[in-house]
Nanobody, 114 residues
Framework: QVRLVESGGGLVQPGGSLRLSCAAS????????MAWFRQAPGKERELVAI???????NYVDSVKGRFTIFRDNAKNAVYLQMNNLKPEDTAVYFC????????WGQGTLVTVSS
């Protein structure tokens, strides 16, 4: 059974940075496309970034140039580096496959506020 554990969220001022981590167990990240999602209060969960096994990355327009998804295959982990954060980035962030067919973790809360 796949288990995903997200961490690294917190309170940050606009313009600040955070790095989110996703530790996976029960699977091997290097053999899977991986993604970060987020769910803002009162909104549906949205796909934010994808890291493909061929090395390609894709981002939703709202985070392009600010967020970077990358993986550490030795640690079986996926990360999301978030720079120049904006209040509209406030959400609970989750990792999963792009198909989101694994059980969701608890997510990690990112709050961007002055």
């Amino acid at each position: 059974q796949v288990r995903l554990v997200e961490s690294g969220g917190g309170l940050v001022q606009p313009g600040g940075s955070l790095r989110l981590s996703c530790a996976a167990s029960g699977t091997i990240v290097v053999f899977n496309n991986m993604a970060w999602f987020r769910q803002a209060p009162g909104k549906e969960r949205e796909l934010v970034a994808i890291s493909s096994i061929n090395g390609a990355t894709n981002y939703v327009d709202s985070v392009k140039g600010r967020f970077t998804i990358f993986r550490d295959n030795a640690k079986n982990a996926v990360y999301l580096q978030m720079n120049n954060l904006k209040p509209e980035d406030t959400a609970v962030y989750f990792c999963n496959r792009p198909s989101s067919d694994w059980a969701w973790g608890q997510g990690t809360l990112v709050t961007v506020s002055s």
